[in-house]
C-alpha cells in the first residue's frame, strides 16, 4: 500500500500516562520522517487539546514548522464548546466523529 496522504493523530495519552513531552516529540517527528521518505504526506492532527497538552501542542507546531507540513489544531473546537459530542468529555460520540470528520476533510482537501 502506497498512501498519498497519512493523518497522525496526537490525543491524550501520553499526557495522560506521563510521557515526558520531549520523547513523544521525538516519536512524533520520526514518525513524520518515515511517512516522508516514503513519499507521503503527513498531516498532524491534534485530537486533543487543554492546557495539560500544551507542551505536546508547541512541539507538534515545531515538526509542522520544520518539515513544511500541515497541522490541524481545530477540529475539535466544536466538541469542546458542545459537550453532547463527546460521550466522557474526551472520547467523541457518532455526532462528534461526524463533526470530526468533516472537519478533518475540510482541512486536508487542499492536499489531496
Same mark, same amino acid.
Not at 518515515?34 to 498531516?43: F, M, N, T
Not at 492546557?51 to 514548522?65: D, F, H, S
Given at each position: 500500500? %502506497?498512501? $498519498?496522504?497519512?493523518? /497522525? @493523530?496526537? =490525543?491524550?495519552?501520553?499526557? &495522560?500516562? @506521563?510521557?515526558?513531552?520531549? /520523547? #513523544?516529540? &521525538?516519536?512524533?517527528? @520520526?514518525?513524520?520522517? *518515515?511517512?516522508?521518505?516514503? =513519499?507521503? %504526506?503527513?498531516?498532524? !492532527?491534534? =485530537?486533543?487539546?487543554?492546557?495539560? /497538552?500544551?507542551?505536546?501542542?508547541? +512541539?507538534?507546531r515545531?515538526? &509542522?514548522? $520544520? *518539515? +513544511?507540513? *500541515? !497541522?490541524i ?10 459537550? #453532547?459530542?463527546t460521550?466522557?468529555? /474526551?472520547?467523541?460520540? &457518532?455526532?462528534?466523529? $461526524?463533526? !470530526?470528520?468533516? %472537519?478533518?476533510?475540510?482541512?486536508? %482537501?487542499? !492536499?489531496?
Amino acid at each position: 500500500m %502506497k498512501p $498519498k496522504l497519512v493523518i /497522525v @493523530q496526537f =490525543g491524550g495519552n501520553d499526557p &495522560a500516562y @506521563q510521557i515526558p513531552p520531549e /520523547v #513523544t516529540i &521525538a516519536n512524533n517527528d @520520526q514518525i513524520v520522517g *518515515r511517512i516522508l521518505d516514503a =513519499g507521503a %504526506k503527513p498531516v498532524l !492532527l491534534l =485530537g486533543e487539546y487543554n492546557m495539560t /497538552v500544551e507542551p505536546y501542542a508547541e +512541539g507538534l507546531r515545531a515538526i &509542522a514548522k $520544520k *518539515r +513544511g507540513i *500541515r !497541522l490541524i489544531e481545530t477540529a475539535i473546537d466544536h466538541m469542546i464548546r458542545y459537550p #453532547t459530542m463527546t460521550m466522557d468529555g /474526551v472520547h467523541p460520540t &457518532a455526532e462528534g466523529c $461526524k463533526v !470530526l470528520a468533516e %472537519k478533518v476533510a475540510e482541512a486536508i %482537501k487542499p !492536499l489531496l
